[in-house]
């Protein structure tokens, strides 16, 4: 059986998912890449998810 132990989500704004998956899920914060504008929170199981600030969000798409 195949485990996953990461995955990254493109975020609109970094600081306000991290908070929402601290506060709201309870994940951990396990680090953060300031300069990358990326945080990782993880589970009780040790699953992490990358939180990465993507311009225009998820999806990718910048404003016009």
Do not use: N
């Given at each position: 059986?195949?485990?996953?132990?990461?995955?990254?989500?493109?975020?609109?704004?970094c600081?306000?998912?991290?908070?929402?998956?601290?506060?709201?899920?309870?994940?951990?914060?396990?680090?953060?890449?300031?300069?990358?504008?990326?945080?990782?929170?993880?589970?009780?199981?040790?699953?992490?998810?990358?939180?990465?600030?993507?311009?225009?969000?998820?999806?990718?798409?910048?404003?016009?």
């Amino acid at each position: 059986m195949i485990k996953l132990d990461h995955l990254t989500i493109a975020v609109s704004d970094c600081e306000k998912s991290r908070d929402w998956y601290v506060e709201t899920l309870g994940l951990k914060l396990e680090f953060e890449i300031p300069e990358r504008r990326t945080s990782a929170v993880q589970d009780e199981f040790g699953f992490t998810l990358f939180l990465a600030e993507t311009p225009g969000g998820p999806g990718g798409r910048a404003a016009s």
